[in-house]
């Protein structure tokens, strides 16, 4: 039996419990020791039974998982790295890497307590705070956890970095002073599709239909998907961004070059490149931010817009409910800017034959 507790009289003549473990001490107040002994005793046989009690679930449920009384959160990071693959597996294993893990990676999931998660996210890192969810979602999930190790609304709120879009001087300036045709082109198309920089970088020319003037492609963070279960980005595009494609090659890569440097460089030379122009504040994906909100300032609809940047997207949530600047319109401009829209698109009167004269008499 463990003796985790035991007690001592003061001078008050009260006597006080001590925990042997933390050193922590609490008044049993009482001045009788049999009442204190009896206490004391109360402490211990409440830490021995929890002790049983784990001891006991762990026989009954190696039963069902040999592995869940030993199964450590490094082994859950592990499985989800297994079933991760591309663009996504590269950051899985940057994040699994966080030094803040180090406190649970040996630690078995099923003896996990709040207090260990709290101590992982006891810097506000939101990276953390975002994977270590994730991660206690895939235990859950995969029934390695007997229940949640801090219930959902105790989990810290991530602080994000505050984001904005790049504006339309930036960007002139960034592809002004831009002496590399490659980079160039590939900003300005980012500006005008708002597409990411993984896909942008990887389009083809095959991707191109100059017939119907649409650009289609997969994003590359749903490559790894069954391709049956994907949908396809399907973007009709203008005369700027003709105007681009055309200097592009017409077969294979449009952007050779990019395509073959990690996101992070790339992410890299734009930083440089901003830089150089005192331009702060923003990176490759301030660009979907930008035409995110000039797509709201324009009226384009919330549903256009989630077809070409991605439902989910966070520029899309981002613009639409509170970064743009919009001026309503009366609704009297608008009502009579709706009436000669209908005048134009109405169908006109069907042709009514002449009457068939009269055959003669």
């Given at each position: ?7 001592f009289?003061r ?17 049993l ?6 009442e204190a002994?009896r ?6 046989d ?5 002790v ?9 449920l190696?039963?069902s998982d040999?592995k869940l009384?030993?199964?450590?959160w ?23 890497q ?7 990676r ?5 003896e996990?307590?709040p207090?260990?998660?709290m101590?992982?996210l006891?810097?506000g890192?939101?990276s ?27 989990w810290?709120?991530?602080v ?13 300036a960034?592809i002004?002073r ?12 980012l500006?005008?599709t ?5 896909d ?15 650009i ?5 963070k ?11 980005a399907l ?10 494609l055309r200097r592009?090659p017409q077969?294979?890569l449009?952007f ?15 930083k440089q490149r901003?830089e150089?122009?005192n ?13 995110a ?9 919330m549903?256009f817009a ?5 439902h ?10 509170k970064?743009a600047?919009?001026?309503v ?11 000669r829209s209908?005048?134009i ?6 042709i ?10």
């Amino acid at each position: 039996m463990q003796i985790q507790f035991r007690f001592f009289r003061r001078q008050t003549g009260i006597y006080t419990l001590i925990d042997k473990k933390s050193g922590r001490q609490k008044t049993l107040k009482t001045r009788d020791k049999a009442e204190a002994q009896r206490l004391t005793q109360a402490y211990n046989d409440a830490v021995n039974q929890a002790v049983f009690n784990v001891s006991l679930a762990r026989i009954y449920l190696a039963g069902s998982d040999p592995k869940l009384s030993t199964r450590t959160w490094q082994e859950v990071m592990d499985h989800i790295l297994k079933h991760r693959g591309g663009e996504t597996a590269r950051r899985w294993s940057v994040a699994t890497q966080d030094k803040n893990f180090d406190s649970i990676r040996n630690l078995p999931v099923v003896e996990t307590r709040p207090e260990h998660f709290m101590e992982v996210l006891s810097d506000g890192k939101p990276s953390t705070n975002v994977y270590l969810r994730r991660i206690h979602n895939h235990a859950l999930g995969m029934e390695w956890l007997l229940k949640s190790v801090l219930p959902k609304l105790l989990w810290p709120k991530p602080v994000f970095k505050k984001k904005r879009a790049i504006t339309e001087a930036e960007h002139l300036a960034i592809i002004g002073r831009e002496g590399n045709p490659e980079r160039r082109d590939f900003y300005e198309l980012l500006w005008h599709t708002g597409a990411s920089q993984s896909d942008a970088a990887f389009l083809r020319a095959e991707d191109v239909n100059w017939t119907s003037r649409t650009i289609a492609y997969t994003r590359q963070k749903l490559a790894h998907h069954d391709p049956a279960t994907v949908k396809p980005a399907l973007i009709r595009f203008g005369d700027e961004v003709a105007a681009i494609l055309r200097r592009r090659p017409q077969s294979a890569l449009l952007f050779s070059y990019l395509a073959t440097v990690r996101p992070g460089d790339r992410a890299t030379e734009f930083k440089q490149r901003c830089e150089g122009l005192n331009i702060a504040g923003v990176t490759l994906h301030s660009y979907r931010y930008a035409w995110a909100e000039r797509a709201l300032k324009c009226g384009y609809p919330m549903r256009f817009a989630q077809e070409a940047l991605g439902h989910n997207s966070k520029a899309i949530h981002h613009a639409y409910s509170k970064s743009a600047e919009v001026v309503v319109p009366s609704l009297a401009d608008w009502e009579t800017h709706w009436q000669r829209s209908q005048q134009i698109i109405a169908f006109p009167n069907p042709i009514v034959p002449p009457p068939t004269p009269p055959a003669n008499p």
